[in-house]
Nanobody, 128 residues
Framework: QVQLVESGGGLVQAGDSLRLSCAAS????????MAWFRQAPGKEREFVAA????????YHADSVNGRFTISRDNTKDTVYLQMNSLKPEDTAAYYC?????????????????????WGQGTQVTVSS
């Protein structure tokens, strides 16, 4: 059973930066595609970014492209989300997720039902 634990959320001002971390345990991290999703109150869960097993391929949603960067460290079983130039509309609970299948391209990796394991989420609040 894979466990995912997010950290790094908080309350920041518009224009600030945050780095989220997601530590995995209970499985073989280097075999998983990893992703970040977010969910704002009253809205559906939204894809943010995904990274393939080795870290050589990434995909970011248009809404965060150029501001957020997903990365991973397979020696630490951890995936990161560096968030720069934060905006109030980035306010949401952020979740990391693991897909135990293989990287299947941008279209499929943005679908939440691809992912087998989810963390509990970490809150990011951006004030204007």
């Amino acid at each position: 059973q894979v466990q995912l634990v997010e950290s790094g959320g908080g309350l920041v001002q518009a224009g600030d930066s945050l780095r989220l971390s997601c530590a995995a345990s209970g499985g073989t991290f280097s075999l998983y595609v990893m992703a970040w999703f977010r969910q704002a109150p009253g809205k559906e869960r939204e894809f943010v970014a995904a990274i393939n097993e080795s870290g050589s391929r990434t995909y970011h949603a248009d809404s965060v492209n150029g501001r957020f960067t997903i990365s991973r460290d397979n020696t630490k079983d951890t995936v990161y989300l560096q968030m720069n130039s934060l905006k109030p509309e980035d306010t949401a609970a952020y979740y990391c997720a693991a897909d135990t299948g293989v990287w299947s391209g941008k279209y499929y990796q943005r679908l939440s039902n691809r992912y087998d394991y989810w963390g509990q989420g970490t809150q990011v609040t951006v004030s204007s």
